[in-house]
């Protein structure tokens, strides 16, 4: 894993962990369930002072999303990794795929939600179950107080969450094994449910990149 905080001069990637799409949302106290955000997955990595923004596949998207590298240099840690997905909204609040798109769409509307701290201070913490992560990054996020970077609040009840997605619209829920450790490639740690509004109104994304 990557990050001496004082000694580290280069960014290594790490490959995403990637939730298998699923027909139903897993039910059970082993399950803890996230909104599913309509946007660009992105990993986060700080060190001292230097921020860079990497795409799912590991491209430098730092100049893509310059307003969330530059809130990042005032993240409250010497280094970190943070897993996460960011969104631009629309008039309604509501994540809006095409914004990302427009070069001309205002910062502030850009929103970064943080779901998975992989490292911390030097420290890899990606062989510590979900939950222990999820707090850490809560904590981390907490003293950061940035409105623009929150965390992707994890609920008890996914079937709950799934009719909130669906009746607002929204693409789906993640379900993610809460001891469950941080596994590179596809996982079935993870699962994906799409909502059938978001697949009614992204139809042809759907058919091609699903």
Wanted: hydrophobic share 40%; aromatic share 10%.
């Amino acid at each position: 894993m990557p990050l001496n905080p004082e000694a580290a001069s280069t960014f290594r990637f790490i490959q995403p962990c990637n939730p298998i799409s699923a027909k139903a949302v897993p039910t059970g106290d082993g399950w803890v369930h996230e909104v599913k955000f309509d946007g660009y997955r992105v990993q986060a990595h700080k060190i001292g002072s230097r921020v860079v923004v990497f795409s799912r596949n590991g491209h430098d998207f730092t100049d893509r999303f310059p307003s969330i590298a530059q809130l990042l240099h005032e993240l409250p840690a010497k280094a970190a990794v943070l897993d996460g997905e960011v969104v631009a909204s629309d008039a309604d609040g509501r994540p809006n795929f095409a914004r990302l798109h427009v070069r001309w769409t205002r910062p502030n509307t850009i929103h970064l939600w943080a779901f998975d701290l992989l490292a911390l201070n030097g420290r890899d913490l990606c062989p510590q179950p979900l939950v222990k992560r999820q707090a850490r990054l809560q904590a981390l996020l907490g003293r950061f107080g940035c409105p623009a970077v929150s965390l992707s609040e994890p609920f008890e009840d996914g079937l709950a969450l799934l009719r909130v997605a669906e009746k607002r619209g929204l693409e789906g829920v993640v379900s993610k094994r809460r001891d469950a450790p941080y596994r590179s490639g596809e996982c079935r740690d993870w699962r994906k449910v799409k909502t059938a509004a978001w697949r009614e109104a992204n139809r042809e994304r759907w058919r091609l990149f699903e």
